[in-house]
């Protein structure tokens, strides 16, 4: 199974201050040599990683990269030809990417024949139904990522204390047996999509809200062949540093 590092939130922590610390190319030399890819989501508002940071990693690392972008930004992928394109919706207020792409976007399909001629790959960041896989496939994406995060949420709300804080998410305040259903039925709707994609061709990347607790699920999807994963590995390397924290994401991702 693949690993795709998201280093977005080492950008959060350089914008906190607005001085180039942590620098983010640097992390990519640290990281890439550990892992699959380099996933970087270059927002809009460029709020955290920017286009100097994807400029920067694409010439000084030559690793593989997986640039997140919304539709709006497809002529900076263009300009920058990373390996592959992740197309991601993106709303200004979120804190992070709140749900799959509406795939219903006149632009689509045109973003991705484009992304196809300049030879980068195109991934469609969705929500787990079988319904936007069909849709993926008709407009030729190379992979489909299905988002975990609704799943991730659950997990939290079920064998966390995240409950008991400020940080509950009020839907998810149920009973441990409704919270058990719930996660129950995520999780199958992950498998099934995981394994139509598949079936129809579609290489199957999955990700969000992942952590070293959840993450055994969803290894277990053996459809799934790569996970991109961010915010819990830069936490966690607070801890015990960003290369122990990516081996032992590495080790729980063994099948
Ligand atoms: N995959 C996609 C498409 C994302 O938008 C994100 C968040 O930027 C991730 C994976 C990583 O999510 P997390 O930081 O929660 O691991």
Redesign the pocket.
Known sequence: MLL?V?I??IAVLREARKVNDPDLLEAAFLVSPLCDQI?I?VREDCRHANENDLENILKYCKCIVNL?CSLDMIEYALKYKPSRV?L?PEKRQEL??EGGLNLNNEKLQEAILKLKQAQIETSL?IDPNLKDIEKSKELNADYI?L?T?FY?NIYNALYTNINHTSYAISNLLLEKNDLKTLLDEELLRLKESAKFAKQLGLKVAA????NYQNIKNIVNILEIEEL??????VAKSIFIGLKEAILQMKALMQR
């Open positions: 795709g998201n977005d939130h996933t989501h997140e992740t991601v992070t990417t960041f990522e988002h995060g991730a990700g969000h809200g992942l991109n994963i961010g915010q819990s590995i």
